[in-house]
Structures are given as C-alpha cells and as structure tokens.
C-alpha cells in the first residue's frame, strides 16, 4: 500500500479537489445520475461518502432532477488480464489503469508463473499490495501451458492447492489445456478437482471449440470463455452454460463480433481485454469498450455498465463494490459522453481527470530466470533434407492470436554456400526463430518460416513470448536474428529491433525487461514511450501488422491453432502433434 509519506502528500493534493457539495478528505459528497446496477436505474441522486464508504444515496424529486448531471458508476472491472502484459508490474500497471476508470482486475499470473513458478505468483501479490488498486488474481493450472514447450517452473496440482489455501486465491485461470479436459488427462482433472472442493469458479480457454468436445469441456465445470472469435461460437458456448468474456486486446479483437450478445444476453457477458501492451494502456481500456457499446452500437447504457461491473463482481465474488449503502466507495464520475473524469478506490480520489494521484516506485526486489549464453550467426542456419521439396510456413493473422499455415515450393527460395535457406524479403517469408532462455547448455535453436510480418532489412525479438516466455525473433537475415536475440540475452530479457543502417551496419533498439524477462521495473509512461517507438520502427521496417511485437508473442503459443513454434519444434496445434517443417514429412 502507500507509504505514510505518500499517503500525506496524497491527502495533501486531494485538500485541492472539491466534488459538487462539498469535500473533506474521503468524505464527501456527489449530486449526479446514478448508476444502480443492482435495481437497474438510472437517476438524479446525492451521494455521501464517509469515511471511504457509502453512507447515503438520496434520489432527488423531479424538481430537482438535472439528466446533464456526470453519472456517478462503479469502478470498471478488466474480467480477464495477464497483468505482464503490459509489461509493467501490478503496481505500475494500476497507476495506467485508473486513468480509464478501471478499479479492479481479474489476472491470472501465468505468465510470470511460467519463469519463476510460485514465487513468481508471490511477486505479483506482493507488488500488488503496495497499491490502492483490486488485483484478484488465481491460480494457474496450465503452468507449463504444454508439454510442447520448455518453461522456467511448473505448478502442480500440489502447488494449486498451496496457492489457495496460503495465498488467497479464489479461482482457477484459464484451463488452457482444452484437449487435456476433453481426454480426461489426469493431472489437469485433478487440478481442476481441487478448486471444485473450494467451489471456486474455473476460467475456461477454448478458442474455435463448438459441438460435442465444447460440451464436455463446459461439464468439467469451466464456466467462462474469452476465446470465441464468432458469434456463432460464442452463441453455442452459452447455450451449452458458459459466460462470455468478450475481449479487445493489443493483438485479439474480438469486441466487432460479439458485441451483440451485450443485448442478446446481458447478465452472461463481461468485457476483457486479455493482453494489453503499455502504449494501449495510455491510450484507452474498458472505458473504450463501453463508449463504443454506447454510441457506436448503442446499446443500452445498463447493459453495458453491467457488463463492465456487476456481471463480473458477481461472478467471481470480486472485492470492489458496486457502489450500495454500506460498501467502498469504488466509484467513478463520468461525463455525458462517458468519458472518465475521476476515479475514486476505498472514497480516495486516485485519478483527478489529468493525473494519477500515486507516484511511480520501482519494485524493491526484481526477481529473474535467464541462463541461456550468446548465440552466433551460424545456429540460426537452416538445413533442409535434399528430397524436402516444400516447407510448412506459419501465416501470422493481423489482430488475431491464431494463425494459418501453407505449404510453400522449396524453389522459392535460395541458400547459402553451406545450403541455408534464407529467407525471402520480397515474398515475405521470414525466418523465426524461438532460443531456450532457461539453460547455458548447448541446445538447437528452432527454427521455422513465417509469412505476413513483412520486415525489410530488420528482425524484431522478444523474450515475451506466450507462455514459456523463451526468446521469440523473426527477420530478414541470420545476422539481423542474431543482433536481435544477443541484445535480449545481454539484458536478460527485453523487446528488440535490429535493422541495416545507410552504411549496412546493424544498430540495435531494446526495451529492457529486467523483471522475470517480461516485466520493466521504469515508470509505465516512460516503457509505453518506448514500447511506442519500437513498434513505429517495426512499421517503418514494412511491418503491417497493428500490433508486430504483440503478434510476435503469440506465435510460440502451442495451445491456440493452428502452426506455432516453441523452442521445440513446429507445433500442429489442432492435432497437438509436433511436425516437420518439410510439410511431406511428420515428426
């Protein structure tokens, strides 16, 4: 939480902030239309504060109504995140979020779970705690997500029970092991065991799944779904007794297509985004989504609002409130265009409409797991088999975490004198490459082809990479790859650009991630400045892609179809099976 000094000059700096009646530290009160999630109104209403709480809610006479009153609402609820995303940690990452109205978050930490197992869990509660902010995080039973993939920690159905029961967890993230409930894999039933015997709810991740192993799926008790792309998909899992997670995040925008169910089936929608990288968190977050439910689509202001708080306080029992008699006073005053003008946790005003009113401190302790040495050019070579005549390529999909693969002639390309391929800038099939971070022992490097980033002279690198989070590169050259990668690999973790100068030398652009090789300990508007600029040179390297170092990311993820790559190989992900990258061949 804050420190006693913070807490003065917060207090000190509120002193100068007066509501419409009258304020006195988290005392106070607002005249404005209030919001009632729970008896489904809008109306003009004075609202008292004390102490943090709410004391009085007195719904004015028509006299004295005024509708071009700000409304008055709960505090937004973000229902699905991986707070590493934003590649700050929970205490910076809520300095951003209360900019946009957003009080309280539903995170599941694999991300950091996957590098440094429990005590990795334990640094997000931990930085959590040091901030006015609801984190509510749970516990990851797909830590690592596959066996297709090398991760830094495992949590097993042991550590699962140990989260609940010692560090207050109070549901289980996503079962991103869907193949493993509609097999009955015994360690992921025994994990889901486990949280049925809390009778805490289990998040589900299920993308395209319909039909017959949708339903067993759902039966195993999974009650939620952020994966549907399609309304149709997301109409069948909540026929079958799902709730929906409609996400918008930096890479899987999903809202287009399903913002329909806001009318169709209110109290089983919720909005998320997922993953959310920095420069998007400035800019906007749920309070987008419901403006855009509102005045794009417009749909009922109610609807919408609910989705943003009441269905998913309700639904995983959240600590935030919704702003009744007797609770927090978790709440933020809106203007008629429903933009964000305060955001108040606990009756303290943390955002004024221009400034967060908590000060940046970077984490005391910055944990990490990185071991691997630099490479060379020569281990990003890419041998091919004489009678290989044509190679598995993964197309990565704008705005998607999913991806196509194709079959491509072996003659669209052309190798070196020791007969590595190379890749071609000009047809767009680049070389990526994913480099096991948790070991110095000399292990292959794999490598693939992929079609639709459309660098020039550049390759972009990162060790975010879902969920083992080993280091991911794709390029235009091995020089390019290897200049990307060894930059990481010296910081120990961060996002990399390198490309060819005027005089065809390498430089090299890093955002160090110094926090478990994914999270920047700097001040989250100074990381979103720089993740800023490293997407701009991706863009200015012909990258077309909105999000380049994002869809990157996801390319090693072995859970969503339909080609990924891991540091072990090429990964059908419908089949779960590893495959060769010569597509006459299979592993």
């Given at each position: 939480m804050f420190s006693v000094q913070n807490f003065f000059l917060f207090f000190f700096i509120l002193s100068f902030f007066h509501l419409n009646i009258g304020f006195c530290s988290n005392s106070f009160t607002f005249t404005g239309n209030y919001i009632d999630v729970i008896l489904e109104e809008v109306y003009p209403a004075t609202v008292v504060v004390q102490n943090g709480k709410i004391s009085q809610i007195t719904r004015l006479t028509q006299n004295d109504s005024n509708f071009s009153y700000d409304?008055?609402?709960?505090?937004?609820?973000?229902?699905?995140?991986?707070?590493?995303?934003?590649?700050?940690?929970?205490?910076?990452?809520?300095?951003?979020?209360?900019?946009?109205?957003?009080?309280?978050?539903?995170?599941?930490?694999?991300?950091?779970?996957?590098?440094?197992?429990?005590?990795?869990?334990?640094f997000m509660i931990n930085s959590s705690n040091r901030v006015l902010f609801y984190f509510d995080f749970g516990a990851s039973p797909c830590v690592p997500a596959s066996s297709f993939e090398t991760s830094g920690?495992?949590?097993?159905?042991?550590?699962?029970?140990?989260?609940?029961q010692n560090y207050s967890l109070t549901y289980l993230s996503e079962v991103m092991n869907y193949p493993g409930v509609i097999n009955d894999d015994p360690i992921v039933m025994s994990k889901i065991s486990?949280?049925?015997?809390?009778?805490?709810?289990?998040?589900?991740?299920?993308?395209?799944?319909?039909?017959n192993d949708a339903i067993k799926y759902i039966s195993a008790g999974i009650t939620t779904d952020h994966e549907s792309t399609t309304l149709a998909e997301a109409t069948f899992k909540i026929e079958h007794g799902m709730e929906i997670l409609i996400r918008e995040g930096s890479a899987a925008k999903n809202f287009a297509a399903l913002e329909s169910l806001i009318e169709t089936n209110p109290h089983l929608v919720m909005l998320c985004t997922d993953d959310r990288h920095p420069n998007d968190l400035i800019d906007s977050y749920i309070d987008e989504l419901v403006q855009r439910a509102v005045f794009t689509y417009q749909h009922n202001l109610m609807n919408v609002i609910k989705a943003a708080t009441y269905n998913p306080v309700t639904h995983y029992k959240l600590q935030n409130s919704l702003l009744q008699i007797g609770e927090n006073a978790d709440m933020i005053i809106l203007d008629q265009d429903l933009k964000v003008k305060q955001t108040y946790i606990q009756g303290n005003l943390v955002y004024d409409g221009e400034n967060t009113l908590f000060p940046h401190s970077p984490e005391p302790n910055v944990p990490n797991n990185f071991s691997v040495g630099s490479k060379q050019v020569s281990d990003f070579a890419l041998v091919l088999p004489q009678n290989c005549s044509s190679v598995r390529v993964?197309?990565?999909?704008?705005?998607?975490?999913?991806?196509?693969?194709?079959?491509?002639?072996?003659?669209?390309?052309?190798?070196?004198?020791?007969?590595?391929?190379?890749?071609?800038?000009e047809q767009d099939y680049l070389k990526i490459a994913v480099i096991n971070r948790y070991t110095n022992e000399s292990v292959p490097i794999?490598?693939?082809i992929i079609h639709n980033f459309g660098l020039k002279n550049c390759a972009i690198a990162s060790s975010v990479a879902h969920d083992s989070h080993n280091i991911i590169v794709v390029g235009t050259s091995d020089e390019l790859l290897n200049s990307a990668v060894n930059e990481i690999i010296n910081n120990k973790g961060g996002l990399s650009l390198?490309?060819?100068?005027?005089?065809?030398?390498?430089?090299?652009?890093?955002?160090?991630?110094e926090i478990a090789g994914i999270m920047s300990n700097q001040d989250g508007f100074s990381v979103a400045q720089q993740?800023?600029?490293?997407?701009?040179?991706?863009?200015?390297?012909?990258?077309?892609?909105?999000?380049?170092f994002m869809t990157l990311s996801f390319m090693a993820l072995s859970v969503v179809p339909n080609l990924k790559i891991t540091d072990l190989g090429l990964v059908d992900s419908e089949n779960f099976v590893f495959v060769d990258i010569c597509s006459e061949f299979n592993n």
């Open positions: 409304y008055i609402a709960p505090g937004y609820v973000d229902s699905h995140i991986h707070v590493e995303s934003s590649l700050l940690p929970p205490a910076e990452f809520a300095r951003l979020a209360v900019q946009h109205g957003v009080v309280s978050t539903v995170s599941d930490p694999h991300e950091i779970a996957n590098v440094l197992g429990i005590p990795g869990v334990e920690a495992t949590l097993s159905t042991e550590d699962i029970d140990t989260l609940f486990v949280a049925k015997s809390y009778n805490y709810s289990i998040d589900g991740h299920a993308p395209g799944l319909t039909g993964i197309v990565a999909q704008n705005q998607e975490i999913e991806t196509d693969n194709i079959n491509v002639s072996v003659s669209n390309f052309t190798f070196d004198n020791n007969s590595n391929l190379e890749p071609n800038e794999s490598i693939g390198a490309q060819l100068d005027q005089d065809q030398n390498i430089t090299v652009t890093i955002l160090p991630l993740y800023a600029n490293l997407d701009a040179l991706a863009k200015q390297c012909g990258s077309q892609l909105d999000a380049p």
